[in-house]
């Protein structure tokens, strides 16, 4: 069975997989974070946010020294399945962390409940 986490990401029962569901990519254990599992690209955020006007400290940009736009793909489809800003060299965030032992008993219970192919 596959419960739907966010709208790329699914956990797959009883096996405590994360998915991505639009591949069926197996992105690692649910017990450690889906980030693990992904491609990641670490960007200038520049490239995505550009430098308005001239001033070097005031001007709608981040500074690449300071802050990086990390991008998180799934290895199977491409889908770009989460985004953070971190500043250089920090641990990626652990973003989704469940009991699974309790997620289990509550989906395992209701049979057919939140499946992500109820979704599409
Ligand atoms: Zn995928």
Not at 71 to 91: D, K, R, S
Not at 97 to 111: G, T
Request: net charge negative; hydrophobic share 30%; with cysteine.
């Amino acid at each position: 069975m596959r419960v739907s986490v966010t709208e790329y990401l699914d956990i797959e029962l009883p096996a405590r997989r994360w998915i991505c569901n639009r591949c069926s990519t197996d992105l690692g254990p649910a017990d450690r974070s889906y980030k693990e599992g992904c491609l990641i690209a670490n960007r200038n955020p520049r490239e995505v946010h550009p430098v308005i006007g001239t001033d070097e400290h005031f001007n709608f940009s981040f500074d690449p020294e300071w802050i990086r736009l990390i991008e998180f793909y799934c290895p199977g489809c491409g889908t770009m399945v989460e985004t953070e800003y971190l500043p250089p060299g920090h641990p990626l965030t652990w973003d989704i962390q469940f009991d699974l032992d309790a997620f289990e008993r509550r989906h395992m219970s209701q049979p057919g409940r939140a499946s992500s192919e109820d979704h599409r």
